[in-house]
């Protein structure tokens, strides 16, 4: 189609060139034939990284979930569109609290008039603090849940390191107890034996010393005494035979 017939055809809502991202000129092609208005993301909101909505899952099912100025919308499937007047409140979550989950979180949407709920899953969680900024411009109702599970599980973290701090230390001074109790114990047992075996050995030296010297003394009296008698009866003068008449 040339330029002149465009011009013709849909004057200045269709241009024959166009320089910008895809979403945009999808977006101004169907405003321009169809003359119909396109809901297009806000420009209030920018991802972390750069883009107009965030990657996250409804159920087992990828998408994208883009924010409007007055809307949600999800895409590809199952395609869901929810009206901000239609929203009571938005919480933000991490499954079941789970530190290994700490990298994504869940974004509920809590319908009014009990209408139910949408849940978007795994949104990263580099986009939190852009989300938070875009539901406080549009005053939407936010809880978040993770700073609580945070504060939980930061407590918990810290009791666990107290505790196996004291586990330790209580560890070392039984172990420490102990090793005193085997050192005095062995102390107490050489000192003992050592003792034991120096009286031993005085006694039975005493002993045997003693009764050594006693059995010398009797044995030098008894020979005193067998030479004192051998003297005397050397000494005394023998008997004359009686002579009959």
Same mark, same amino acid.
């Given at each position: 189609?040339?330029?002149?017939?465009? =011009?013709?055809?849909?004057?200045?809502?269709?241009? @024959?060139?166009?320089?910008?991202? #895809?979403?945009? #000129?999808?977006?101004?092609?169907?405003?321009?034939?169809?003359?119909?208005?396109?809901?297009?993301?806000?420009? %209030?909101?920018?991802?972390?990284?750069?883009?107009?909505?965030?990657?996250?899952? #409804? =159920?087992?099912?990828?998408?994208?979930?883009?924010?409007?100025?007055?809307?949600?919308?999800?895409?590809?499937?199952?395609?869901?569109?929810?009206?901000?007047?239609? !929203?009571?409140?938005?919480?933000?979550?991490?499954?079941?609290?789970?530190?290994?989950?700490?990298?994504?979180?869940? /974004?509920?949407?809590?319908?009014?008039?009990?209408?139910?709920?949408?849940?978007?899953?795994?949104?990263?969680?580099?986009?939190?603090?852009? /989300?938070?900024?875009?539901?406080?411009?549009?005053?939407?109702?936010?809880?978040?849940? $993770? +700073? &609580? &599970?945070?504060? +939980? #599980?930061?407590?918990?973290?810290? $009791?666990?390191?107290?505790?196996?701090?004291?586990?330790?230390?209580?560890?070392?001074?039984?172990?420490?107890?102990?090793?005193?109790? &085997?050192?005095? !114990?062995?102390?107490?047992?050489?000192?003992?034996?050592?003792?034991?075996? +120096? %009286? %031993?050995?005085?006694?039975? @030296?005493?002993?045997?010393?003693?009764?050594?010297?006693?059995?010398?003394?009797?044995?030098?009296?008894?020979?005193?005494?067998?030479?004192?008698?051998?003297?005397?009866?050397?000494?005394?003068?023998?008997?004359?035979?009686?002579?009959?008449?």
């Amino acid at each position: 189609m040339t330029e002149e017939d465009l =011009k013709a055809k849909y004057g200045d809502k269709v241009q @024959h060139h166009y320089e910008a991202p #895809i979403s945009s #000129i999808v977006a101004q092609l169907f405003r321009g034939m169809a003359g119909k208005k396109v809901i297009a993301p806000s420009k %209030e909101y920018m991802s972390h990284h750069s883009q107009s909505g965030v990657k996250c899952a #409804i =159920k087992a099912n990828e998408g994208h979930l883009f924010f409007m100025d007055k809307s949600f919308m999800f895409v590809p499937k199952p395609a869901t569109y929810i009206s901000f007047d239609n !929203v009571a409140s938005l919480t933000m979550s991490r499954v079941g609290g789970a530190v290994s989950a700490s990298r994504t979180f869940d /974004l509920t949407v809590t319908l009014k008039n009990g209408q139910g709920e949408h849940q978007f899953s795994n949104i990263n969680r580099e986009e939190q603090s852009n /989300l938070e900024d875009f539901f406080k411009k549009k005053n939407l109702k936010l809880k978040n849940e $993770m +700073a &609580d &599970d945070s504060g +939980a #599980i930061l407590k918990a973290a810290l $009791m666990d390191e107290e505790l196996a701090s004291s586990e330790e230390e209580g560890g070392a001074a039984v172990r420490g107890s102990a090793d005193e109790d &085997d050192e005095s !114990v062995d102390e107490d047992f050489q000192e003992d034996s050592d003792s034991d075996v +120096a %009286e %031993e050995y005085d006694s039975a @030296h005493e002993s045997a010393g003693s009764g050594s010297d006693d059995e010398m003394a009797d044995a030098n009296g008894d020979a005193d005494g067998a030479s004192d008698g051998e003297e005397d009866v050397a000494e005394r003068p023998k008997k004359k035979p009686k002579t009959s008449k």
